[in-house]
């Protein structure tokens, strides 16, 4: 009689401990509480919050979606009511939270993201910070943060002097080089990565004359971008040794194994949810089947086994079953 064992899908990232592999992607999925009567909030791993600023931002003028075929392109422009509301308001609700919360910071100055990073890493009800770098720079001519591995580099250090809870930092796929940026991520004290954020894109109105977004141009997300997300994913695994967040376009088990086999710890669902809000509970019942028809006992077994340079190998050794 074969036995099964329920494997073990439970990550480790720096501090943090998920049960499951699976994040929601920001400003995918609200604080998830909001989802709490369709959805077995404990079945996942963690949401990641909104993005919050140093100061309240209205974003940008509408629309702000437009729909394209595979996916979406949203120009949101960051809207949220700034760090002091948020903390007084939002924060508090998340105590009694039933799956990790992960804080995500943006900023336009290294000392916004230091600043907003130190207060939101203080709170209790918040588990990990994630820094969402894919902000221009105003001290620099409106530069990318991620685009830049000196200023990626500056930017993460600034963020870990502030606290020991782990950092997470969202590199973005606008870039030649997305490996040189991950490994001054990682040298500059990130405990993760997530790859990746949107990829820029433009819709026109042609009957209008005009671009379909009130902001001109925005970001891609869902199926569109999957095959860029998992390239973006090998290469930065073959590159760094901290735990890699995949993402970009994961709707099924299947999408969501080839971010591990690319070498991802863990994975991170945002457009999809917009669809089904049951999609994380669909991937993480998927995922057990899958490691149980291949009698494996975890995630970790199946991490980079497609990628052949994957520097990571402490994630696999030794497992055999
Ligand atoms: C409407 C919308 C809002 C988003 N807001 C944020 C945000 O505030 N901060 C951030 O880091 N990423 C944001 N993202 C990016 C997602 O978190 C995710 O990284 C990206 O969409 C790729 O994953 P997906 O294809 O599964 O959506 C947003 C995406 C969408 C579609």
Redesign the pocket.
Known sequence: MVTRVTPDLSVQLGRLHLAYPTLM????YGSGIEYAPFVDLARIGAV?L??VTRQPRLGNPTPR?VHTPA??L?A?G?QNPGIAWYLEHDVAKYADRPCAMVG?V?GFSIDDYAYVCERLAARAEIDAI?L?I?CPNVASEGETFACDPALTAKVVRAARATTDKTLIV?LSPNVTDIAAVAREAEAAGADAL?V???VRGMAIDVEAWRPRLGNVTG?L??AA?RPI?VLAVYEVARAVRIPIVG????ETVTDALEFFLAGASAI?????NFTDPRTPERIVAGLSEYLQRRNLTRIGAIVGRANRGFANRQEYEGDQG
């Open positions: 992607g920001s400003g995918c990641v909104k993005s979606l996916g979406m949203n949101i960051l995500s943006a994630e969402n894919s969202k997530a990746i954020n949107t970001g997300s869902g971008i997300a993402q970009g376009g994961i991170s669902i945002g457009t999809a």
